[in-house]
């Protein structure tokens, strides 16, 4: 009833081709940001902004970036922590060598860093497809964690390898509050979102699809594979890429080249998986879904107090987990954001379904 | 993007957050522990030797001058970011917040370093973590207890400098370090090279890959280079596959020395007969023949309090070494009360106050019960390492002999490098060093 598009007549075609072409879904999205923006870092606690929002918030950013490659492209990349682990250190080295850099600025050079090594490990995907090319971008995985580590300039000649980033500072202003650092996270993963809603509505994101579904029909119809294949790993690359730079910056202050292994990059593909292969929506929720789960049944473990054991509430922890991720495939393989549009679809009907 | 889902979950967890009340005159610590996983076998271990020794210390003395200790644990995976995530929880519980931080990871310590500044909660890690902290001057809140990576590489040479006679008998020998292919493995070659310089003998530096279950073509290295010794700086599953392959090869395992590490039973009792004669350094000794360990029986196991499910486990290595946690944490409890005020709860700032004052003596490890089980340590603004001395142990094939007294470390090539490594990353972050006599 109140979800309905009724009356919203599209004159133009700049009305036409908005992101969120229903004035409700407007409405909607301007609430919830300015809940984001406004309300959470005013009510939140500290552990809420620090410990969970500003986590789900750059591996939802990391999500996006796969599932630009996956989900929209149809390459399957088993070397997103690995790209992120560029990011990081990227971030770090420029801001560590070049005297007065901007912090932003260096998240961009940092992205484009990692959409360069990006597109070296994407070659392969020219001749090469689906599982055969996961491996070869396993290769990526294991080579960049390797490099970091193996090379002490990458750590400016740490002895154990590790990084701690710098302070951030934008304007003389130093982010230094979760609140702060909250925002600041928000305000990126806000830009890059938008920006990648963008994309894959507009003509390479077409071709990226295109390339998915079929990339002999797509090449005969004038998508150049190369150049969409390369395009879509470097896009790719470059969101894990300001990922990673956000995970060291606002996130864990400290990162070695260990934290970015074959592990994390599992747990982000998991996150599109679960979220929604193809879908910059399920990005957040499966990011939202694969990080808060596991501390909520911790959390609810320790709520059955003592009568559980430690070790117990710990396994049965990754029992759940691994048992709710099983149910949720079999009830939506299509993920969460399919839930989702199933939802508004409903919404839509309601109250008078056929 | 719309992300209600996440709200929803958000707020039940939220609700679930407000039960866990701890009642006032505790003295709360929060464990960030890991009972699943690789490395489950160390933090079952580890944390549950350390809540027993709590265990005991409310059983038999009531509390810490009556202030009862209260913890609960988060599991982490052995995950930097669950581990974050568990410290952000767990550091606003009980009456004056987290005491203490025990990470039980490198990885975790080194993502807490900066937060635990901010907060005021100091980390100890005992064994870990990060070597350079060792300059309070720079890391207050740290302590990386008892030994250090740098101060048992030199522990270990001056070891192998014993069994060959004599320090100056080391010139011309050759070492092969067999090394985990990572931040913690990579640690020790500059020292191990500074050495080799400083003795005369050679070492070479082989990488084995994370996770270590595969390392012939390394052993078969081993066994053209035919060393003398062999340094074994393993963990996890790699410890016992390196003891496997040197029995293949026909490496005397005499002739190897671990970390402490790859020094517990969970790394011989899976090589089997193979670990036979293996040597591993350790701040701690196994075993339950201390009164301390038998009072752990006595008070916290006979009344059905202990926390191992394995009760055979009581007294192994790891075991043990979370008595030894849990020693260190309540006497600089003790400590900052004496200061701050006894029978009260104290913060971490306090607590902070307390480890760096803490001083334990033969006398007082008598009376703790500990003599012989921990060496003696003595913490100042200057040193937050205390102690750097190591026994070593040898598998008999049943259980570890200790066959050397506490070995102290070489602080004369070690202190320098911290100093060195410490101001670096002063300069990197801008921080200026504290002035330790200024320091109370």
């Known amino acids: 009833m109140l979800y309905r598009e009724a009356g919203q007549f599209k004159a133009s075609y700049k009305e036409d081709q908005q992101i969120f072409p229903i004035r409700q879904d407007r409405i909607a999205i301007a609430l919830i940001l300015a809940f984001f923006y406004l309300g959470v870092p005013y009510f939140a606690s500290q552990y809420w902004l620090q410990g969970i929002m500003i986590p789900v918030l750059i591996f939802s950013l990391a999500a996006i970036g796969l599932n630009i490659l996956t989900g929209y492209a149809g390459q399957l990349s088993l070397g997103s922590a690995a790209f992120m682990a560029v990011g990081a250190f990227a971030a770090y080295n420029f801001v560590l060598r070049v005297p007065g850099m901007p912090i932003l600025v260096a998240f961009v050079l940092a992205g484009l860093c990692a959409a360069a090594v990006g597109m070296v490990f994407g070659l392969p995907s020219l001749r090469i497809k689906g599982f055969y090319l996961a491996v070869a971008t396993l290769a990526a995985q294991f080579f960049i964690v390797w490099a970091l580590t193996k090379f002490p300039w990458f750590s400016n000649h740490s002895s154990s390898g590790v990084i701690t980033a710098q302070k951030v500072v934008i304007l003389g202003y130093v982010f230094e509050t979760p609140e702060a650092k909250y925002l600041l996270t928000l305000g990126v993963v806000t830009v890059l979102a938008l920006l990648a809603k963008n994309m894959v509505r507009s003509s390479i994101g077409r071709s990226w699809m295109a390339i998915r579904d079929m990339d002999v029909a797509a090449e005969v119809i004038g998508i150049r594979p190369m150049h969409t294949k390369l395009m879509a790993f470097a896009v790719s690359s470059f969101y894990c890429g300001v990922a990673g730079a956000l995970y060291a910056y606002t996130y864990l202050g400290t990162v070695e080249p260990e934290g970015f292994n074959l592990d994390l990059s599992f747990r982000i593909l998991f996150m599109v998986i679960i979220g929604g292969v193809g879908s910059i929506m399920g990005s957040f929720l499966g990011a939202a879904f694969i990080v808060l789960l596991p501390i909520f049944l911790n959390i609810s473990m320790h709520m059955l107090g003592d009568w559980v054991p430690q070790g117990l509430a710990s396994n049965l922890e990754l029992i759940v987990f691994g048992g709710l991720i099983i149910f949720f495939l079999i009830v939506e393989p299509h993920g969460l954001a399919r839930l989702w549009q199933i939802g508004k679809e409903k919404l839509r009907l309601w109250p008078f379904p056929h | ?440």
Not at chain 2, 192 to 209: E, M, N, S
Request: hydrophobic fraction near 35%; charge should be positive; proline fraction near 4%.
């Open chain 2, 1 to 440: 993007m719309k992300m209600k889902k996440s709200a929803l979950i958000g707020f039940a967890v939220a609700a679930a957050l407000g039960a866990s009340v701890v009642q006032a005159a505790d003295q709360y610590i929060g464990l960030p522990s890991y009972r699943v996983g690789p490395y489950a076998a160390g933090g079952t271990g580890i944390y549950g030797g350390m809540i027993d020794y709590f265990q005991l210390i409310n059983e038999r003395d009531g509390g810490i001058n009556g202030v009862k200790l209260t913890w609960d644990e988060c599991e982490t995976e052995y995950n930097n970011a669950r581990g974050v995530e568990c410290y952000e929880r767990q550091k606003k519980n009980g009456p004056t917040g987290n005491t203490v931080v025990h990470p039980l990871s490198t990885g975790i310590t080194y993502s807490l370093i900066d937060k635990v500044a901010v907060d005021k909660i100091p980390i100890i890690s005992i064994g870990y973590g990060r070597t350079d902290a060792t300059d309070g001057r720079y890391f207050p809140y740290v302590f990386p207890l008892i030994t250090n990576y740098w101060s048992q590489s030199t522990a270990k040479i001056k070891f192998i400098g014993m069994k060959e006679g004599g320090m100056d008998k080391l010139k011309g020998k050759k070492i092969v370090n067999i090394y985990h292919d990572s931040a913690y493995g990579k640690e020790t070659i500059p020292v191990l090279d500074a050495q080799a310089k400083k003795y005369g003998f050679t070492v070479k530096h082989i990488p084995v890959a994370h996770p270590g279950n595969e390392q012939q073509s390394q052993w078969l290295q081993v066994r053209q280079e035919k060393p003398d010794w062999v340094i074994l700086r393993g963990w996890g599953v790699m410890s016992a596959v390196a003891i496997k392959a040197a029995a293949k090869v026909g490496f005397p395992r005499e002739k190897m020395v671990g970390v402490w590490w790859s020094g517990a039973e969970e790394d011989t009792i899976p090589a089997g007969s193979a670990a036979k004669g293996y040597i591993a350094a350790g701040f701690n000794v196994a075993g339950t023949n201390y009164p301390v360990m038998k009072d752990i029986q006595k008070y916290v196991y006979a009344k059905g309090k202990g926390n191992m499910d394995d009760k055979s486990r009581v007294g192994s290595i790891y075991h043990n070494r979370g008595v030894v946690h849990g020693i260190i944490t309540v006497e600089a409890i003790r400590k900052a009360q004496e200061k701050f005020g006894k029978g009260k709860s104290i913060t971490g700032e306090q607590m902070r106050w307390g480890i760096e004052n803490l001083n334990i003596d033969n006398a007082m490890l008598k009376k703790l019960g500990a003599e012989g089980f921990m060496p003696e340590l003595k913490i100042s603004c200057m040193d937050h390492e205390g102690s750097g001395k190591v026994k070593f142990q040898q598998w008999d094939g049943k259980q570890w002999k200790v066959i050397t007294d506490w070995i102290d470390a070489d602080k004369s090539i070690v202190r320098p490098m911290i100093e060195e490594s410490a101001a670096k990353y002063g300069k990197e972050k801008n921080i200026a060093p504290r002035d330790c006599s200024k320091e109370s």
